[in-house]
């Protein structure tokens, strides 16, 4: 199955850095010869809500099988939905790879004290809301609330790249109580990085999770599972 980062940036246009679709090409040629196979563009809902991230794909994927040699990663697309959203306004909530699977990040401050209704109501309209940045949010030393999340059939997002780069403490420990009691799911955001073994080594040994299954789990086999399982 190879390495599948569930929530990559590479649209031009859309997403940081990238302003045409030789950027895009360049960094998914990157990522391919770190042996990453599969990634899944996930822009924020507020980048994205003006393209669309399908049709843009989809172009990329032509550019790319013009050129010999010139192999990138199989791609999917995805919508990284604010928790504070009004998401039961929404009309088609775009999953990944059209499963039942959501994307929903907590922010990093200013959580809306309605958002357990909200996870509640998109559970209730069969989507599977997978929780991100929760270890820096305000939820990040309230355990009991992330199990009681989990409990309800959520799953966890650990974004790597916001990890790196927003180090703390406070974060740490907080992946850590989430690896201590098997609360993480994946593990995302890898594909950012030009060098990301270095980080990996990083993160494993500050989050004191095993490098065999932060590869093998949490960016291989679980990411495959959710993007293969059954469409909405």
Avoid at 32 to 44: G, L, T, Y
Avoid at 211 to 222: D, F, G, H, P, Q
């Amino acid at each position: 199955m190879g390495l599948f980062d569930l929530k990559a940036n590479i649209i031009p246009g859309v997403d940081p850095d990238f302003g045409s679709l030789v950027d895009s090409m360049n960094k998914l040629k990157s990522i391919k010869d770190m042996n990453i196979n599969k990634i899944c563009a996930a822009p924020s809902y507020y980048d994205a809500v003006n393209h669309d991230i399908e049709s843009i794909i989809i172009e990329i994927q032509k550019e790319a099988s013009k050129l010999d040699e010139f192999d990138i990663p199989e791609l999917f697309s995805s919508i990284t939905y604010p928790i504070n959203l009004k998401l039961n306004e929404f009309n088609n909530l775009k999953t990944i790879n059209g499963t039942g699977y959501l994307f929903c990040q907590f922010p990093f401050y200013d959580l809306n004290k309605d958002f357990i209704n909200k996870i509640k109501t998109l559970i209730n309209q069969n989507y599977i809301p997978v929780l991100i940045n929760l270890e820096q949010s305000f939820l990040n030393d309230k355990l009991n609330q992330i199990k009681e999340l989990k409990s309800i059939g959520c799953l966890v997002s650990v974004d790597l790249y916001l990890y790196i780069n927003n180090w703390s403490n406070t974060v740490n420990d907080c992946v850590r109580r989430l690896e201590k009691e098997y609360l993480i799911d994946i593990v995302t955001g890898f594909s950012k990085f030009e060098n990301f073994d270095q980080e990996i080594h990083r993160f494993c040994k500050d989050s004191k999770i095993e490098e065999i299954k932060l590869r093998e789990i949490y960016m291989e086999e679980n990411p495959n599972l959710i993007s293969s399982s059954s469409r909405r």
